[in-house]
């Protein structure tokens, strides 16, 4: 059995496992941070501004683009005709083009780029092209797409034992249709880039990228150099989420493209209502699901079909699905199940990867099935969810793989119970909701295991450099990128405890693809699983032959030699880290490494469905509290409780803000965050005044948050746990606190409430259960 303490894995350290401040956070508070847009521009710099399809489905007819060319500060206008290399800015399928040439695929869709003195000019200019495109009618929802058929891929399933069988002989049935929303990234810095051109053919860009690799390679492909010629920087982003993995790319593609055809620096900053019409969302869902089960809600049989809208092309859908799948059995032992899915394509902006890439689109569809179980049987729906977690014996998810720690999950569950009151407050809510006519109030405990690892097995790996420079300060650099999630913070703290030395040695220094080339994205909750491991094997190689050089100069063994303090100790010997790097220069001592590590164990053979695609799972738990007001569809949360697993952390602070920023973040997602589209295809929420995200009035009044003190029985970083994805899921117990609100407004029926919750939503589900038997 895994071990109950921390202390049972890990050993006393003095920088790891440390609350100590992000990196920029001083930086922050100040207004000083650099982000693309603040980078002192060069001499002569030109800014670039997209012109766009003012269609959704069509063919290009025409363009005129006349008094573009003529415009005031207008340098150049660059169409597909004058890319010099392929005109393909996707990550897999090569299926999008840079900029349309033919056909038009969504409305906003890049037709053309304008090049001039200043944004403002670019932006003028790009609104005097005439547009001709050949309309056609566009496939918007997830309704159209099935209607059409058309997919960005083929469908895919796995299953275990006979599910429909199952469900047919069970004591009970049931079955729904549940609608989940997309969600804008809203990442406080929008796309940005800037490239600034070199000697020959060479293209150094600064890009707000959560994949510089990528964008390297995407860089190169559209301007037919080698990726050599191109250098990716990306000291830090304000945001990703997802939204800066692969949609980046275009962006950093369209400044390089400038640059290359000017031979000037050139600049894109996209405004806020272009980023959120030309950027992909997290993709909305629909599920369709059944199940049978016994008296107690025990499962017997669960089957779903997961349809996905994809959008106009598959970026990174092929992932973010099969997670969806992975992820729709959450912490359930499911005796026989059929995991499905479509991946539809529609005339809308590709849609990408977004926090948590499809596991909580997977993951409610189940807990929406555990709570309309729940009330079919006048149970507790925290009874029926327990009475259906992986168990002894019980242990494996649907796609075959064995949980090895399940019982954290159980554990975490009857800990939130008990610290919560959840008994009570349940009882209490009862007794509220029977003397109040109009405010409904409801409460939900839910659970949340994750699979930690790319499902894409080769993106599991990382690379670190390290350098000891003779005055004992340390440069450190790994293919990570910082998006405001502490991850160069958490690095720089393990090489720190590597050397034994103060946080401040450490010198963090920008994401760049000449130091570290061929990196992974910063993406499915690996950052620092994956980087954190490759600059400790890095550091560990120059300590190495520090040791080995004291062993030598002082005639001791060089496995007794300690790093610790600041200083380097053997027996009753003793020297500063900084005078013993000066030594070892002087010595000819190489001081850099550059570390290498890939995750192991992991494998998944996906035409076979078998396989372990997880290295190891993070847990959490969360309750909440709701009030609806059922004569406006109104609501808020009025007390949260979270209980979170992140191993033994590597920094508590920064994983209590990331824990509490997920859960707001999928908060949002459920209840205000609603993406609207138009019969036309055009996204009519395409700006914070008709798209509301959470606010500092919408966190819950009463918002206890707390780590779960147990190390990651899986060997990981310092025994700790990724922290970025998981904890958004813990929001899923909002969605069914609203949903138990709702059902206290009739005590029979089974309410459709979709999401996001808004009111109308919410109003609508009190509809639904109008004139129930």
Not at 223 to 249: H, I, Y
Not at 251 to 265: E, Q
Not at 669 to 698: C, F, M, N, Q
Not at 717 to 728: M, N, T
Request: one cysteine or more; a negative charge.
């Amino acid at each position: 059995m895994p071990p109950n303490d921390v202390a049972e894995l890990v050993t006393p350290t003095s920088v790891v496992h440390k609350p100590l401040p992000h990196d920029s956070a001083r930086l922050h508070v100040q207004g000083s941070a650099t982000y693309v847009d603040d980078i002192r521009e060069p001499d002569g710099t030109l800014h670039v501004a997209i012109g766009m399809a003012d269609k959704a489905s069509g063919n290009l007819r025409s363009l005129d683009l006349t008094a573009v060319r003529a415009a005031p500060g207008v340098v150049a206008v660059l169409t597909a005709a004058d890319i010099p290399g392929k005109n393909d800015i996707a990550p897999v399928f090569a299926d999008e083009p840079l900029l349309a040439d033919g056909e038009v695929m969504f409305h906003g869709q890049p037709l053309f780029a304008v090049v001039a003195r200043n944004r403002d000019e670019a932006r003028r200019a790009a609104r005097m092209a005439k547009i001709d495109i050949e309309e056609q009618p566009p496939a918007v929802t997830v309704a159209d797409a099935l209607k059409t058929g058309a997919r960005v891929q083929d469908d895919y399933a796995f299953a275990r034992g006979d599910a429909g069988a199952a469900i047919a002989a069970a004591a009970h049935r049931l079955e729904g249709q549940f609608s989940i929303g997309g969600q804008e990234h809203f990442y406080l810095e929008g796309q940005a880039s800037l490239a600034i051109p070199g000697e020959g053919d060479e293209m150094m860009v600064h890009a707000s990228s959560q994949d510089p690799t990528e964008t390297q390679h995407i860089v190169a492909r559209v301007l037919a150099v080698p990726d050599a010629f191109v250098t990716v920087e990306t000291r830090r982003m304000g945001g990703g989420f997802g939204g800066k993995e692969s949609q980046a790319c275009a962006w950093a593609a369209m400044a390089a493209l400038a640059a290359r055809a000017t031979g000037r620096p050139c600049k894109v900053r996209l405004d806020r209502d272009d980023d959120f019409m030309l950027t992909g969302k997290r993709h909305d869902f629909r599920a369709d699901w059944r199940v049978g089960y016994d008296d107690r809600g025990v499962l017997a049989g669960y089957d779903v079909m997961l349809n996905a809208r994809c959008g106009c092309s598959a970026d990174l859908s092929p992932g973010v699905v099969d997670r969806a799948m992975f992820h729709a059995g959450n912490g359930y032992w499911l005796p026989h199940a059929s995991i499905a899915s479509r991946r539809l394509k529609t005339n809308t902006v590709s849609n990408t990867a977004f926090r948590g890439f499809g596991g909580p689109q997977g993951m409610i569809a189940i807990e929406r099935a555990m709570d309309a179980i729940a009330r079919e049987r006048g149970l507790d729906p925290l009874d029926v969810r327990k009475a259906n977690l992986l168990r002894i014996g019980l242990d494996q998810t649907p796609y075959g793989q064995t949980v090895e720690d399940f019982e954290t999950q159980t554990a975490m569950i009857e800990d939130l119970e008990a610290t919560s009151d959840y008994r009570a407050r349940r009882e209490r809510t009862a007794a509220f909701n029977a003397t109040s006519p109009i405010i409904q109030r409801g409460i939900a405990l839910t659970p949340v295991m994750f699979g930690i690892s790319f499902t894409l097995i080769p993106l599991n790996q990382a690379g670190a450099l390290v350098h000891v420079y003779s005055d004992g300060s340390i440069h450190l650099n790994h293919g990570g990128t910082e998006m405001g999630q502490g991850l160069f913070t958490k690095v720089a703290q393990i090489v720190a405890e590597e050397f034994g030395v103060p946080l401040h040695f450490v010198r963090i220094t920008a994401t760049n693809t000449a130091k570290v080339p061929n990196a992974s994205p910063t993406a499915a909750s690996s950052g620092t699983d994956l980087n954190g491991m490759a600059a400790k094997i890095a550091a560990g190689a120059i300590k190495q032959r520090m040791a080995a050089f004291l062993a030598e100069h002082w005639g001791v063994a060089s496995e007794t030699v300690e790093f610790r303090d600041g200083f380097a100790f053997a027996g009753n010997h003793s020297m500063k880290f900084d005078a013993l790097a000066k030594a070892c220069r002087l010595a000819r001592v190489q001081l850099s490494h550059a570390g290498y590590f890939k995750t192991p164990e992991i494998h998944w053979d996906r035409a076979k469905a078998q396989g372990r695609p997880f290295y190891y799972f993070a847990y959490g738990a969360a309750c909440s509290e709701v009030a609806i007001d059922t004569l406006t569809g109104e609501m808020r949360v009025l007390r949260a409780d979270l209980l979170h697993d992140v191993g033994a952390s590597i920094n508590p602070a920064l994983d209590i803000g990331q824990v509490e920023g997920a859960f707001i973040q999928g908060m949002g997602w459920l209840t205000t965050e609603e993406l609207v589209y138009d019969a036309k295809g055009r996204l009519t929420t395409h700006a914070p005044a008709t798209y509301k995200i959470p606010v500092a009035s919408d966190a819950p009044p009463i918002f206890n948050t707390r780590l779960h003190p147990r190390a990651n029985p899986t060997p990981s970083i310092y025994r700790s746990k990724a922290v970025g994805e998981p904890p958004l899921m813990l929001a899923i117990s909002v969605y069914s606190a609203i949903l138990d609100a709702v059902h206290a407004t009739n005590p029979k029926g089974q309410p459709k409430l979709e999401a996001p919750c808004t009111p109308e939503s919410i109003l609508n589900a009190i509809r639904s259960l109008d004139g129930a038997a």
